[in-house]
């Protein structure tokens, strides 16, 4: 296996993403190549727009991509105490000055790591590219990233 990490981040919970982007900047830090593919509740967390938006093709996928929100609005996946869980983690982390959402998906755009977005999930909330942060290189089928991922190991979060 080469030194490579490939990251299937599923998920929108503010603490997966997290534990995602932790584990890309660690990994680019120390010279791993790192893929992340964000897909379907994941794709919220690489959205432009951070806070609640109507974007997407269609009114069904502007108002899920509305009710999703950005990166801004993500739960905890465990005792999200009505969206204020996230706002009391990222106090406690920076009380213990411990990396920040932000603060890690700055480090691990800093280090170079890949974002991808996927192209069914993409193709199903009627998004396009441009409703992504520009780090995302590129809109990707599976077989595309199993072709990146390959020689590697691959997360799914």
Same mark, same amino acid.
């Given at each position: 296996?080469?030194?490579?990490?490939?990251i299937?981040?599923m998920?929108?919970?503010?603490?997966?993403?997290?534990?995602?982007?932790?584990?890309?900047?660690?990994a +680019?830090?120390?010279?791993?190549?790192?893929?992340?593919?964000?897909? &379907?509740?994941?794709?919220?967390?690489?959205?432009?727009?951070?806070?609640?938006?109507f974007?997407?093709?269609g009114?069904? +996928?502007?108002? &899920?991509?509305?009710?999703?929100?950005?990166?801004?609005?993500?739960?905890?996946?465990r005792?999200?105490?009505?969206? =204020?869980?996230p706002h009391?983690?990222t +106090?406690?982390?920076?009380?213990?000055?411990? +990396?920040?959402?932000?603060?890690?998906?700055q480090?691990?755009i800093?280090?170079?790591?890949? &974002?991808?977005?996927?192209?069914? =999930?993409?193709?199903?909330?009627? /998004?396009?590219?441009?409703?992504f942060?520009p780090?995302?290189k590129?809109?990707?089928?599976?077989?595309k990233? /199993?072709?990146?991922s390959?020689?590697?190991?691959?997360?799914f979060?």
């Open positions: 296996m080469s030194k490579k990490l490939s299937i981040a998920s929108g919970d503010f603490d997966k993403a997290i534990a995602i982007f932790t584990l890309a900047s660690g +680019a830090a120390v010279g791993y190549e790192v893929n992340l593919f964000f897909t &379907f509740w994941g794709l919220n967390i690489i959205k432009k727009n951070t806070g609640r938006s974007i997407g093709k009114l069904m +996928a502007r108002f &899920f991509n509305f009710l999703l929100g950005g990166r801004k609005n993500l739960p905890l996946s005792l999200n105490f009505a969206g =204020a869980s009391l983690m +106090a406690m982390m920076k009380s213990r000055n411990v +990396a920040t959402l932000p603060e890690l998906l480090a691990s800093d280090l170079k790591v890949n &974002f991808f977005a996927c192209e069914m =999930a993409m193709v199903v909330l009627g /998004l396009k590219k441009e409703d942060i780090q995302v590129d809109v990707l089928g599976v077989a990233f /199993l072709e990146l390959n020689d590697g190991q691959t997360l979060i």
